[in-house]
C-alpha cells in the first residue's frame, strides 16, 4: 500500500510539473527565405540573436529555411502552408505573392506605426503594397549597374563612360586588347531582366505610363503599344552583340562573378545585391572594383537610378507566433539597419549607415535621396511571377540570339522578339481566363 502511495505521489508531482514545462518551451518563429548568399543569411542570424538578447523574457527561437527564389522557394513554401506549418514569416514582395493574400495567409500592416514612421517614398510603399494595402515590412533596396575591374580601365585608358557612345568604344578598345568587356550571365532570368529595365521602367514612368504592366497583364495593351521595349532590346543588344563571350548565355551569377574577379573580363553588369558576393570572393585580395549606372544615350545627362525594394517580409497571421514575429520585424527595422547594412552590404531602405559603411552604398544612398529614381513601386502593378517568368523567358530568346546568332522559338530580331512575348503573355492572359 505504502508503495502505491508513493507511485501515486509521484504520478501527482508530474502530472503537475507539466503545464510549467510547457510555459518554458520556447516560441519559435520560422523564417522562409531565398537568402541563400552567405553574407545575408549571417546578417538574419545576426538580428535574430539580437532580438533574443535584447528581449530574453519572450523565450523565443528561430528556425530558418532557405531555398533558392528561382527554383525551390515557391514550392517549397506551398507544400508547407498545405500541410499546415504555417511559417510566421514569408520573405518576398507582396505582388509576386497574391494569393496568398487573397487566402489571408499574409497579414495587412496597413498604418504599421513603426513602417510609417520610416517616412518612405510612394515608390518604395508600392513595392510591399497591394491593391493600395501594406502587406510587407520592407529592409534595403535594389538597383542595377556596371560593376568595372579598375586596374583594366587604368591599365586600357579608360574613364568611367558618361554616354553610350563612351561605353561601346571602352568595349571595343578593350576587345582590341585581348580583354572581353562583359562577363556576361544570361542563363539567369533576372540578368536579361535587369538589362532591360534602365530604358523600360524609366521611359514608362517619365511618360505617365504607370499602368503598363497592368495593362499588359489584362491583355487591354500589347507589348508593341509601348516602344520602350523595342528601345530597350536595341540599346541592351548594341551592349553585347558584337563581344560577347562563348560562355554569356550559359553562365549563372556566380559564374559571372569568378569570371570578373579573376580579371578575365573587365565588366560585369549586376544589381547591387551581388555586392557582399563579391566582396566575399575579393577577401584577402587585391583586386579593387568600382561602379558606373550604365549610360543609355548620349545625352550626357546622369542616369536614372532605378529602384526597388529587396529584401522584404511578410507576416502570416495564421501562424502561432505571428504578433512575436511582427515584434521581431519592427526591432530590426528600429535597432538593426546598420547592422544588416555591414554584415550585407547592402544599401538600407530607411538610409541608415555607419562608420563601416563603403563609398559604393554611400552613394547609392544619396542618389536614391536626390529623387533622380524610376522606382518600380510607382507603377500601379508589378508583373505577377508568371508574367515576370513570360517576360524573361523572352527576353532570354533575344539574349541567345545576339550573343550566338542562333533562333529560339524563331527569334532573330527585335520585332520576333516582341511578337514572341506578346504570345507568351496571350498564354498567360488566356489561362487566367479559364
Known amino acids: 500500500m505504502k508503495k502505491l502511495l508513493s507511485l501515486l505521489l509521484v504520478l501527482a508531482l508530474c502530472i503537475g510539473m507539466v503545464p510549467a514545462a510547457f510555459a518554458d518551451e520556447a516560441a519559435k518563429i520560422t523564417v522562409f527565405h531565398y537568402m541563400v548568399e552567405g553574407q545575408k543569411a549571417d ?32 514550392p ?23 494569393d496568398l493574400i487573397e487566402e489571408g495567409f499574409i497579414k495587412d500592416l496597413t498604418g504599421n506605426e513603426t513602417i510609417k514612421a520610416l517616412g518612405l517614398t510612394s515608390g518604395d510603399m508600392g513595392d510591399v503594397s497591394y491593391k493600395g494595402k501594406w502587406y510587407a515590412y520592407p529592409v534595403d533596396f535594389k538597383s542595377w549597374g556596371v560593376f568595372y575591374n579598375t ?34 550571365w544570361f542563363a539567369d532570368g533576372a540578368a536579361v531582366d535587369i538589362e532591360m529595365r534602365p530604358i523600360v521602367w524609366t521611359k514608362a514612368l517619365a511618360n505617365g505610363d ?9 491583355g487591354e495593351k500589347k507589348i508593341a503599344d509601348y516602344p520602350y521595349f523595342a528601345e530597350g532590346l536595341e540599346v541592351w543588344g548594341r551592349r553585347m552583340g558584337n563581344w ?15 569570371v570578373f574577379v579573376s580579371g578575365q573580363a573587365a565588366m560585369l553588369y549586376q544589381g547591387t545585391w551581388n555586392i557582399g558576393s563579391i566582396e566575399m570572393l575579393i577577401k584577402d585580395t587585391d583586386f579593387e572594383y568600382g561602379f558606373f549606372l550604365c549610360p543609355t544615350d548620349d545625352s550626357g545627362e546622369a542616369p536614372v537610378l532605378n529602384v526597388q525594394v529587396d529584401q522584404a517580409f511578410m507576416v502570416n497571421p495564421q501562424a502561432d507566433n505571428a504578433d512575436l514575429a511582427c515584434q521581431f520585424m519592427e526591432f530590426w527595422l528600429t535597432d538593426c539597419m546598420g547592422m544588416w547594412s555591414d554584415f550585407t552590404y547592402q ?40 508574367f515576370t517568368a513570360a517576360y524573361r523567358k523572352g527576353l532570354g530568346a533575344w539574349a541567345v540570339y545576339c550573343c550566338t ?15 514572341y512575348m506578346q504570345e507568351l503573355f496571350d498564354e498567360e492572359i488566356a489561362q487566367a481566363a479559364l
Open 43 to 74: 546578417g538574419l542570424v545576426q538580428i535574430e540573436e539580437a532580438f533574443k538578447a535584447a528581449h530574453p523574457e519572450l523565450n523565443v527561437e528561430f528556425e530558418n529555411l532557405a531555398y533558392s527564389q528561382g527554383t525551390d522557394f515557391w
Open 76 to 98: 517549397q513554401l506551398s507544400t508547407a502552408i498545405s500541410a499546415g506549418d504555417n511559417p510566421e514569416i514569408i520573405m518576398g514582395n507582396p505582388g509576386l505573392y497574391t
Open 151 to 184: 586596374k583594366i580601365f587604368e591599365e586600357q585608358g579608360i574613364a568611367v563612360p558618361t554616354t553610350e557612345s563612351e561605353l561601346l568604344a571602352a568595349c571595343e578598345k578593350l576587345q582590341a586588347a585581348g580583354i572581353s568587356p562583359w562577363a556576361n
Open 210 to 218: 504607370n499602368d503598363m504592366f497592368e495593362k499588359l497583364m489584362s
Open 244 to 258: 560577347a563571350r562563348p560562355d554569356a548565355t550559359s553562365n549563372k551569377q556566380t559564374d559571372a562573378n569568378e
Open 347 to 386: 544599401p538600407c531602405i530607411t538610409g541608415a549607415t555607419t562608420e563601416n559603411t563603403p563609398a559604393l552604398l554611400l552613394s547609392l544612398l544619396e542618389t536614391k535621396a536626390s529623387g533622380n529614381t524610376a522606382c518600380y513601386g510607382d507603377f500601379t502593378a508589378p508583373f505577377s511571377s508568371a
Open 405 to 419: 546568332g542562333e533562333e529560339t522559338s524563331g527569334v532573330n530580331s527585335i520585332e520576333t522578339c516582341i511578337e
